[in-house]
């Protein structure tokens, strides 16, 4: 029954091995394809097409609307015929002055349009986060197979050696017991991170935008880019897109209570026509026009006063905002940055201690092999050599996935 087991244990295992190197991805290959495929991303940039156009339509508003007509008419009397008639003509109108509401229209969705590539820029950062992380998962996930594999091996050597000690009436059957349960524990192990591997694959294909979802295998390494000897200041705050947008908003408002209060003013417009009419093409006689219009609603019940009030109310509202965001930042800054540095130099005492405990593995071993030390002892500084492994490897993690997040508040796009 057991030999039954671990056939069908490797056949697993090598049909997920064949299955893996079905396609490879770089770093650069997953944000390539998100690019084009993430439906995140492809939302905000329709988003600032959307203002662009919007900007563009404000720009109407300083040009003349022209329009064109033509009829024909029948009439008819006890008296006369039936008499047709023929007309056309072209007509225009040009605002000249609308209290300053045009010109205050236009800059708010200049803003816009800044606003929407800000936020794409903040869209952009959080897919790319998103997308690094199920990178970085895929490739802990990846590595911790290979780990997993070494565990094994190491495991399954430690019960080849307390076996024959045991057989030699050296050991007692506990501890051949004990290794070999941690034997099965690491082919546990083993094929849990396999599967793993597709849990983390099909996770970032759907961050990609992918449809399809296959296991993949990525390449790169576990290693941390961004040097943490140089502590950033407070002037990188200015430079996040959360902080801009929310300082455009604030800009915007001021526009928004300067097109409220152009309801307090006068509008003035220029039209004109030229037409023609007449029964037939040949004898139709012309007209021309040409007006000046001055307007001012001075009552238009109240509605300019309560549109003032809640302009003004808005930009206060913009102004808090962007205060509390501020403070936000200031603070994400010094808990971001921290962890950063926090995960980086944990790094370096991982590998410490790694190296410690190789080396003790290593001495530990000869000596219990020469019956110089307990088995007890022995297998402390073998768990402690396989624990430490463990423990750097995911340390390397957390420190990839700390300057994920750093980049991520700062609103990077790689």
Not at 42 to 52: T, V
Not at 160 to 174: I, M, N, P, Q, T
Not at 307 to 336: C, H, P, Y
Not at 372 to 401: F, G, H, M, P, V
Request: proline content about 1%; glycine content about 4%; overall charge neutral.
């Amino acid at each position: 029954m057991k030999t039954f087991k671990k056939l069908f244990f490797y056949c697993f295992i090598l049909f997920i091995a064949e299955d893996i190197h079905s396609q490879s991805f770089s770093w650069q290959d997953v944000l390539s394809e998100s690019k084009k495929l993430n439906s995140t991303l492809i939302r905000a940039e329709e988003s600032i097409k959307n203002a662009r156009l919007s900007y563009h339509v404000s720009f109407t508003n300083f040009l003349p609307q022209l329009s064109a007509s033509a009829g024909i008419s029948e009439s008819k009397s006890d008296v006369s015929d039936i008499r047709e008639s023929y007309s056309y003509g072209l007509s225009g109108r040009l605002s000249l002055f609308s209290g300053f509401s045009d010109i205050s229209q236009l800059k708010s969705r200049k803003l816009d349009l800044q606003i929407a590539e800000l936020e794409y820029k903040r869209v952009l950062s959080d897919t790319i986060y998103n997308l690094k992380t199920s990178f970085v998962n895929l490739l802990y996930a990846q590595e911790t197979v290979k780990l997993s594999e070494e565990i094994l091996k190491r495991r399954s050597e430690i019960y080849e050696l307390v076996k024959f000690k045991y057989d030699a009436g050296l050991e007692d059957k506990g501890s051949l017991l004990r290794v070999e349960a941690d034997k099965y524990q690491a082919e546990y192990d083993l094929s849990k991170s396999k599967r793993n591997i597709r849990t983390a694959s099909v996770q970032m294909l759907k961050d990609i935008g992918k449809d399809e979802f296959e296991v993949i295998v990525v390449t790169g390494s576990l290693n941390v880019y961004i040097s943490t000897d140089v502590v950033p200041t407070y002037k990188v705050i200015k430079e996040i897109p959360d902080y801009m947008i929310a300082e455009k908003n604030m800009e915007k408002s001021e526009y928004n209570i300067k097109s409220a209060r152009s309801e307090f003013f006068p509008s003035l417009s220029l039209s004109g026509s030229i037409n023609k009419s007449g029964e037939d093409w040949a004898s139709m006689t012309e007209s021309q026009s040409v007006g000046l219009s001055l307007s001012y609603p001075f009552f238009p019940g109240g509605r300019n006063f309560y549109n003032l009030k809640i302009a003004k109310t808005n930009k206060r509202i913009s102004e808090e905002t962007f205060r509390f965001i501020k403070q936000g930042l200031v603070v994400n800054l010094e808990s971001t940055w921290n962890n950063f540095v926090d995960a980086s130099e944990n790094v370096k005492v991982s590998e410490r201690y790694f190296d410690a405990s190789e080396q003790q593995s290593e001495i530990r071993t000869t000596k219990y092999i020469n019956g110089l030390i307990s088995y007890q002892d022995w297998y402390t500084s073998e768990n402690d050599y396989i624990s430490s492994k463990r423990t750097l490897l995911n340390s390397k993690r957390n420190a990839i996935l700390s300057e994920i997040s750093w980049k991520k508040f700062l609103g990077l796009a790689e």
